[in-house]
């Protein structure tokens, strides 16, 4: 079966049923994130990162702004990119978190794509973002990128 006769068996959403769907995802999206609450596990962020990042047809690139305890101060896209690039400035970066009073930050990004291959320029701008923002003493806690599943820089001791 090819991809499009596959694809074409799959019944498109009527107007009503999107917004059902979409009211759902907030639910869950609120069932998973109550406000304030501490992201103490690499699982709870990348529920909540997957909810959020889910379907897009552009790369993004987002920050998670938190407190000394890890709860949300602000999740925010700072920039929006093509298909497959985002530029990420670390000067922004560090203006946002410091205009939030963040402790400490999470970023991420998805690959529309679906793939999950980190590239030297992920590498490369993490490393910069995470020499940036600890000169001002704000913790780097993780880079996770976001794509059919979740690779954390964390986890993988690249932090």
């Known amino acids: 079966m090819t991809l499009s006769a596959a694809t074409s068996s799959v019944p498109e959403l009527s107007p009503a049923d999107q917004r059902i769907v979409k009211r759902a995802l907030s639910l869950l999206e609120k069932h998973l994130r109550e406000p304030g609450a501490a992201f103490t596990s690499t699982h709870a962020v990348r529920d909540w990162l997957c909810l959020q990042m889910a ?38 970066v560090l203006k946002a978190a410091l205009r939030h009073n963040a402790a400490a930050v999470i970023i991420a990004h998805n690959h529309p794509s679906g793939t ?14 995470k020499s940036a923002l600890a000169m001002v003493d704000i913790r780097l806690l993780d880079h996770l ?8 820089f964390a986890e993988r001791g690249w932090l």
């Open 145 to 152: 990128v976001v794509g059919n599943e979740v690779v954390s």
């Open 116 to 129: 999950t291959d980190i590239s030297q320029a992920d590498r490369h701008v993490t490393g910069r973002l």
């Open 55 to 92: 379907g897009l047809e552009r790369e993004i690139f987002q920050v998670m702004y938190l407190d000394n305890q890890h709860c949300l101060l602000e999740c925010e896209t700072l920039f929006t990119g093509t298909l497959n690039h985002t530029e990420v400035h670390p000067r922004e």
